[in-house]
């Protein structure tokens, strides 16, 4: 069964500051990773995503994130942090080889943006 | 941009009462999920619903629950008799495929069993 792992349930950081939200998937074939965002009182919008193409995925609102096969990664980064930026943050994997469509969600990050 | 649309936003029932909970897919979307949120806890995948079937569904997804598309719009889920765990934040999400592609997220329905 495919899994993710967020280590740190909350991360807070300076405005201006390194944002990196970490996430480490089981898996035993490279999984489809997502990242999606919750703002409060919202639904859940994605990020970006990896779907075996590039490693280096690029999302919107400057988010980055790199699939490390060897580390099991795909954590989340952005250079300069924004107080628009605090929300709450989920990994997400599904198995391209099962075929099924379900995500698997991680525990999720709430992530503070300090003033 | 087309969205995902649900309704009601907030509802509150009794136990044992019956809801039905609705969402409106992005038009061109051929698949439909639910994901339920309980207040703390990770996004759990429910259902997911393809070409007027379900396609997969967990463990959760028991008797108590259904799906329907009744029509050409609306996606919907019913839970016959409600019970106080099943008070959560209720998603619904569609995509136009499978496994790599997008599933967009409506804004979700705050279910309170009381």
């Known amino acids: 069964a495919q899994s993710v792992t967020q280590l740190g349930s909350h991360v807070s950081v300076s405005e201006g500051a390194l944002v990196l939200l970490r996430c480490n998937y089981s898996?035993?074939?490279?999984?489809?990773l997502f990242w999606y965002v919750q703002y409060p009182n919202q639904g859940l919008q994605l990020l970006l995503k990896y779907t075996s193409a590039a490693t280096l995925v690029k999302g919107i609102n400057g988010f980055e994130a790199e699939f490390k096969k060897s580390e099991t990664s795909f954590h989340l980064t952005k250079p300069s942090a924004h107080m628009s930026d605090a929300a709450e943050y989920f990994c997400?994997?599904?198995?391209?080889?099962?075929?099924?469509?379900?995500?698997?969600f991680g525990t999720g990050t709430r992530l503070t943006i300090i003033p | 941009e087309p969205e995902v649309t649900q309704t009601p936003s907030h509802q509150v029932t009794q136990m044992g009462q019956e809801v039905i909970l609705r969402c409106v897919p992005i038009?061109?979307?051929?698949?439909f999920y639910w994901y339920r949120q309980i207040l703390g806890q990770k996004v759990e995948f429910l259902v997911s619903f393809y070409n007027n079937e379900i396609s997969e569904k967990s463990e959760i997804f028991d008797d108590q629950f259904s799906v329907e598309r009744p029509d050409g719009s609306n996606f919907t889920l019913k839970i016959r008799s409600t019970k106080l765990e099943d008070s959560a934040m209720y998603f619904c999400?569609?995509?136009?495929?499978?496994?790599?592609?997008?599933?967009?997220f409506g804004p979700g329905t705050r279910l309170l069993v009381l």
């Open positions: 898996s035993s074939v490279p999984p489809y």
């Open positions: 997400a994997v599904s198995d391209p080889n099962l075929g099924n469509e379900k995500l698997t």
């Open positions: 999400a569609s995509s136009v495929g499978r496994a790599r592609e997008t599933q967009y």
């Open positions: 038009s061109n979307h051929l698949y």
